[in-house]
């Protein structure tokens, strides 16, 4: 069986990056929101600087720091900085259709994510209580965000990464545009080697 560390391993090996092996990993991930509406989402995450829309400074890791993209999920921002239930915004009628783009070349392109049937992940929202018999029953309500696991593609150090994205409706094949009160944001989650020396305490 193929690890993650193997797949991270390989790919450094092929790029001549021999000290990779040396680093720390960890679960990590990253996350930008398209507050331009643009159709691009980490292109720009320069310029947000915020973390309710980032958590990066740049759409390229430093050297000895990669991503091994293991799910990439998609989720609604709204103009309170509040994350909304993707399939209640824009219906299970839609999907997202992506392309992830690392250097000069388009690694998934044309790649759906249906609205509908997809599991709850990543966030709650908040609490709430409902009634079950005479007790009550206090409950999380999970964020509904579009997602897709086993992706398995490694973002190397030191090269550009983006996503673009369009919303279509799959009944009547419009494109559906977000607005500036339901930005669309995505997430890249997996096993990230870190720029720390894998030593023990």
Same mark, same amino acid.
């Not at 890791?61 to 900085?81: D, K, P, R, S």
């Not at 009160?181 to 990230?192: D, V």
């Given at each position: 069986?193929?690890?993650? /560390?193997?797949?991270?391993?390989?790919?450094?090996?092929?790029?001549?990056?021999?000290?990779?092996?040396?680093?720390?990993?960890?679960?990590?991930?990253?996350?930008?929101?398209?507050?331009? @509406?643009?159709?691009?989402?980490?292109?720009?995450?320069?310029?947000?600087?915020?973390?309710?829309?980032?958590?990066?400074?740049?759409?390229?890791?430093?050297?000895?720091?990669? @991503? %091994?993209?293991?799910?990439?999920?998609?989720?609604?921002?709204?103009?309170?900085?509040?994350?909304?239930?993707?399939?209640?915004?824009? +219906?299970?009628?839609?999907?997202?259709? *992506?392309?992830?783009?690392?250097?000069?070349?388009?690694?998934?392109?044309?790649?759906?994510? &249906?609205?509908? +049937?997809?599991?709850?992940? &990543?966030?709650?929202?908040?609490?709430?209580?409902?009634?079950?018999? !005479?007790?009550?029953?206090? *409950?999380?309500? !999970?964020?509904? /965000?579009?997602?897709?696991?086993?992706?398995?593609?490694?973002?190397? !150090? /030191?090269? /550009?990464?983006?996503?673009?994205?369009?919303?279509?409706?799959?009944?009547? +094949?419009?494109?559906?545009?977000?607005?500036?009160?339901?930005?669309?944001?995505?997430? %890249? *989650?997996?096993?990230?080697? %870190?720029?720390?020396?894998?030593?023990?305490?």
């Amino acid at each position: 069986m193929i690890t993650a /560390q193997d797949k991270i391993l390989h790919v450094a090996n092929k790029l001549g990056l021999t000290s990779l092996k040396d680093m720390q990993a960890s679960t990590g991930a990253v996350y930008d929101v398209d507050t331009d @509406l643009s159709g691009q989402i980490f292109s720009n995450a320069a310029r947000h600087q915020n973390p309710s829309i980032t958590n990066i400074n740049e759409n390229q890791f430093e050297v000895n720091e990669a @991503l %091994l993209v293991e799910t990439i999920a998609f989720y609604v921002l709204n103009a309170g900085g509040d994350t909304e239930n993707f399939q209640r915004i824009y +219906g299970s009628d839609t999907d997202i259709m *992506f392309d992830l783009i690392i250097g000069n070349k388009r690694v998934m392109k044309d790649t759906p994510i &249906f609205a509908a +049937g997809s599991p709850f992940t &990543f966030a709650n929202t908040a609490n709430f209580t409902a009634a079950l018999g !005479p007790n009550n029953l206090q *409950f999380f309500a !999970p964020r509904h /965000q579009v997602f897709m696991e086993g992706a398995g593609i490694l973002i190397p !150090p /030191q090269v /550009q990464w983006s996503v673009q994205y369009t919303i279509f409706n799959v009944v009547s +094949g419009a494109v559906v545009a977000p607005t500036a009160s339901t930005q669309i944001g995505c997430y %890249l *989650f997996g096993t990230k080697v %870190l720029l720390n020396f894998n030593t023990s305490i």
